[in-house]
């Protein structure tokens, strides 16, 4: 699920006097970019609710279905309510993300290369692995009867598993894509999370038979310690979500480890209650790792009488090597109301108040002391006052920069140090711009503008490697033609020698091929990997990867086909009228990639599958396929 967030207008006034205490403040000096953009947060902990021990393979999933007769359109929350979105031709624009890399895509031709392995069917061209990944259905969406859109996705491999989740399910395949015996696993049995009950124990929910709400999966493998982890979101009662509103709150998030290197074995689960008031509820599920902790982060919504108008994001920490013995004695402490100001906020009257700040996976330990923490600057605009084209200011309503936070000391208070310590800094990217719809909306062969191309979020993990961070995130851009949905990507230099100059790169096609949900994985041998689906009026929604040679400054070409599209994406309700039709259906809400921590990177992304009205798919026609290359000759 995703909820998009909504933008507090507060008065400068009230910004004053809500500054005044407990916040942490990071100014940047007038020689630095970003002059005048000043960091601020507030301390905050996500208490342990408990932790214990599941054997996820041994416990029966429930096929059955539930007696819903909803859309399973999930739910979305913005300011404004989406609606259908009118493409900007690029001519009499000046102003607008104009790219510098558009890739001519042969009127939206599939590439020809497939990501075939070298032993099989096709070119080869030093495929690792293709093979099916899960696909929408009534089990792969449980909650939902018939099933849900989008599909949501985390990937996480070693030289042995793949270990993927999907919706409200997890799978592990070998890799070679068998999947293994006892799987696949609905995320209730898989987390261990009971039915949902009023505090008197009897039953609510009761017209989805009473299952908890869980969304967002994400997945990561960590080279270091070697361990699959998995974390998941539950919300109940919560009248921002519009979830389960007979049931007490409850806004949870469950974190998961495997006890071994072999994910079909025991996980030990922590979870962390993710409300401070009992009010208002975590979405969009985000998680990170480096060599001392897990982190993970959240966007509240709770009532618009709340905490900037109903909105703020939080970031935590939690004790890795404790949560891997399966132990607890260990808090989770961290940091809420994560917002910059500058001249930009007296211009738009509020200052800008951070979502989705993505925490970072650190495949090697590089990139300086702690955790860093990355996501753009979606207004207002700290430095212009631009509100990223969100509420019609057009394609020259532009944002652009990214907040990097650094939390250091993160478990030193769990052996009676100090606690964490957070700083923000601005780093300036090019400009990227959205819609009122809260999307860059695509095209398909059956509509126009009507497939969500997310927006401005960094939606996929960022990672870190040999220090420097990487990450990607959707935006219209001129291709000289017209705006279409693209990519813009950063690299940024950590450490004590960073540097913030020329630090983000555009990838796009010509005509209206859109490019959306990129997720990055940087190689061993300096090369970098990105898996992203595309889309396009000839193009049935598909999934490629792109790889830039290491010495290279940007991608270049249309990249591998991972999978085709096999037909139109819910075409009789895509691009149709409300409310019989959805004017732009739901895709993503991210793609997926892992590193294997030897010589393997590998991709999950979405396609459109072919249609069927009835069981499994009850026209949710999308799949999701996954892939891998060997690092050491990914490029060729």
């Known amino acids: 699920m995703e909820v998009r967030r909504r933008v507090a207008l507060v008065s400068a006034a009230a910004l004053v006097g809500a500054l005044s205490t407990g916040f942490t403040f990071t100014v940047a000096s007038a020689s630095e970019p970003g002059a005048g953009v000043t960091f601020s947060s507030q301390s905050a902990v996500a208490p342990l609710v408990r932790h214990y021990t599941v054997s996820p393979a041994e416990r029966p999933e429930d096929k059955s279905s539930s007696a819903s007769t909803d859309t399973r359109q999930l739910p979305r929350l913005n300011k404004h309510s989406q609606g259908n979105v009118n493409r900007t031709p690029a001519s009499g624009v000046s102003s607008g993300p104009t790219s510098d890399n558009t890739i001519a895509d042969s009127s939206g031709a599939s590439p020809t290369r497939l990501a075939t392995p070298a032993n099989g069917a096709g070119d080869g061209n030093n495929a690792k692995a293709s093979f099916i990944g899960q696909q929408s259905s009534a089990t792969t969406c449980s909650y939902f009867g018939p099933g849900c859109n989008p599909p949501d996705m985390g990937v996480a491999a070693s030289t042995q598993f793949v270990f993927q989740g999907v919706n409200t399910q997890f799978e592990v395949f070998d890799t070679s894509g068998h999947v293994q015996p006892g799987w696949p696993v609905s995320a209730q049995a898989f987390f261990g999370v009971p039915n949902v009950t009023n505090p008197d124990g009897t039953p609510c929910d009761v017209g989805f038979k009473s299952q908890p709400f869980l969304s967002d999966p994400r997945a990561l493998y960590d080279p270091i310690d070697h361990r699959f982890w998995a974390a998941m979101l539950q919300i109940e009662g919560s009248p921002a979500f519009g979830i389960a509103l007979d049931c007490p709150f409850k806004s949870v998030y469950f974190i998961a480890v495997s006890q071994t290197a072999d994910p079909r074995g025991d996980w030990n689960v922590y979870e962390f209650n993710m409300s401070l008031d009992g009010q208002f509820g975590a979405d969009f599920t985000q998680i990170g790792l480096n060599r001392d902790a897990v982190y993970f982060s959240g966007n509240m919504f709770g009532p ?92 020259t309503d532009t944002c652009s920069g990214l907040g990097l936070w650094r939390m250091t000391n993160p478990i030193g208070h769990d052996s009676g140090g100090g606690a964490p310590t957070l700083t923000g800094a601005y780093v300036p990217t090019k400009p990227y711009v959205s819609t009122p719809a809260f999307s860059e909306p695509a095209d398909q062969p059956s509509c126009n503008a009507c497939i969500d191309g997310s927006d401005l979020r960094i939606s996929a993990t960022p990672v870190v490697r040999a220090g420097q961070l ?166 060729n």
């Open 304 to 395: 618009g009488t709340g905490l900037n108008g109903g909105f703020y994001g939080e970031i935590f920490e939690a004790n890795k090597a404790r949560m891997e013995r399966g132990r607890g004695g260990f808090t989770a402490d961290g940091f809420f109301n994560l917002q910059a100001q500058g001249p930009g906020s007296v211009i738009a009257g509020a200052p800008f108040v951070a979502d989705t700040v993505q925490p970072a996976l650190n495949l090697d330990g590089s990139g300086g002391s702690g955790e860093v923490f990355v996501g753009t600057l979606d207004g207002p605009d700290p430095v212009t006052g631009n509100f990223c084209g969100f509420f019609g200011g057009g394609v």
């Open 470 to 635: 990487y990450a990607a995130w959707d935006s219209l851009l001129n291709n000289g033609t017209q705006f279409v949905p693209g990519i813009e990507w950063a690299q940024i230099r950590l450490g004590s020698g960073q540097d913030f100059a020329d630090t983000s790169r555009y990838y796009n096609f010509s005509g209206d091929t859109a490019a959306i949900y990129p997720a990055l994985m940087p190689e061993p041998n300096g090369s970098l990997a990105m898996v992203f689906d595309v889309t396009s009026h000839t193009v049935f929604p598909q999934t490629r990867y792109v790889i830039r040679e290491g010495g290279q400054g940007n991608f270049t070409g249309r990249g591998v086909l991972l999978k085709a599209g096999e037909s139109n994406y819910r075409p009789s309700l895509c691009g149709h009228p409300a409310p019989a039709g959805i004017p732009i259906c739901r895709w993503g809400d991210f793609s997926a990639a892992s590193f294997d921590g030897v010589n393997g990177i590998w991709f999950a992304g979405q396609y459109a599958n072919q249609l069927q009205l009835g069981p499994p798919q009850n026209g949710r026609n999308w799949g999701t396929w996954i892939g891998a290359v060997n690092t050491a000759d990914a490029g």
